[in-house]
C-alpha cells in the first residue's frame, strides 16, 4: 500500500509500514513455497513408482499431443471411407513363423475399409479343399501420416487352423491368437520405402505358441519392364523369438509383375532361414502364384 503526503510545497511517496509489513510476508511466503516445491521434487525422486507413472502419463500426454498435431497438418486426406481388396493363388502355403506354413497349395483373400486414420484389414487364406488355414482380423490406426513417413498401431485377433488325426476321423482344430503390431515406414520416393515392423504375439489356447516378431523391409515398385511391363520387389530379414525352440533370422524375398492397367499379377517369394534353434532346421521355402486386385 503507498500513500501520499503535501510536503514543502510537493507530494512524497510515503511507504508505509504496512507496506512493509506486507513486503516481508510476501518474501517469506516465496520461501516456504520454494521449501514446499524442494520438499515436493524430494518426494518425487525417492519415490520410483511415482517416477514410472509420472513418465507413461508424459509418455501418453506426447503421444496424444503429437496425433493431434498431426491430425491438423494431414487435412486433406478423404474422410470417406474406401475400400480395397485382392485375392491370390499360390503353389505353397508359406509362413514366416514355420510352425505356421501350410506347405501345400493356398488361396488368399486380402481386404481393407479404410477412413480417416483408422482402417480394418482383415485376410482369409483357404487351401484347396477350402478349409481354413489362417484367418486375420486385422485393426489399425495411423498415428504419424506424412507423405514421407507413417507410423501405425495395430491389433489383430487371429485364428490358426491345423488338422490331426485321430483313430477314427481327422479333426480341425482352431488355435486363437491375440496380437499387437507398431509398424513404420519411410518413403524416399513414391516407388522406394524402408519399413519395421514389431509384433508382439499371445497364443490364447493351452500349446500356443508366443512370442517376438521383428522384420526390416525394403520395397521398390512400379519399375518399368518395356512399354506396358512393370515390375516390383521387396527384400526382408526378419527375426522371431518364440516360446520353445521357434526363434530364428530369416531372410525373404518377394517379386511381382504386371502390366499396366491390368489388375492381374504374377509373383514368386521365397524364404531362407540363416539362423535358427528350430529342429529341423528349416529348409529354403519357396512358392508362385497369380493376384487378382479389385
Known sequence: ??????????????TTNHNKSQQFSCEHRKEYSNDKNREFRILILSNPALM???NALLAFLFIITSSCLQAQDISTRSKKLEAEASVS???????????????????????????????YDPQLSYGLDLKPW??????????????????????VISAFFSEYETENEAVLRAQKYLALEFAGKYKFNPTSSLSFTYLLDRGQDPGTLSGHFFNLQADKSDMSLGKRGL???????????????????FAAAYVSSSLRDIP???????????????????????????????
Open 1 to 14: 500500500m503507498m500513500v501520499f503526503s503535501w510536503k514543502h510545497g510537493r507530494l512524497d511517496k510515503i
Open 52 to 54: 514410472k507413472n509420472l
Open 89 to 119: 493363388l499360390n503353389s505353397n502355403g508359406i509362413a514366416y513363423i514355420p510352425a505356421f506354413s501350410l506347405d501345400k497349395p493356398a488361396i488368399t483373400g486380402s481386404f481393407s475399409l479404410h477412413k480417416g486414420r483408422f482402417s
Open 134 to 155: 489362417i484367418v486375420d482380423n486385422w485393426f489399425h490406426y495411423r498415428i504419424v501420416d506424412r507423405p514421407s513417413f507413417e507410423f501405425k498401431a495395430g491389433a
Open 231 to 249: 515390375l516390383s520387389a521387396s527384400l526382408q530379414v526378419f527375426y522371431i523369438n518364440y516360446t520353445g525352440k521357434e526363434d530364428g533370422l
Open 264 to 294: 492381374f499379377a504374377i509373383f514368386a517369394q521365397a524364404i531362407q532361414a540363416l539362423w535358427s534353434n528350430i529342429d529341423p532346421f528349416p529348409p529354403l521355402k519357396w512358392n508362385v502364384g497369380i493376384a487378382y486386385t479389385l
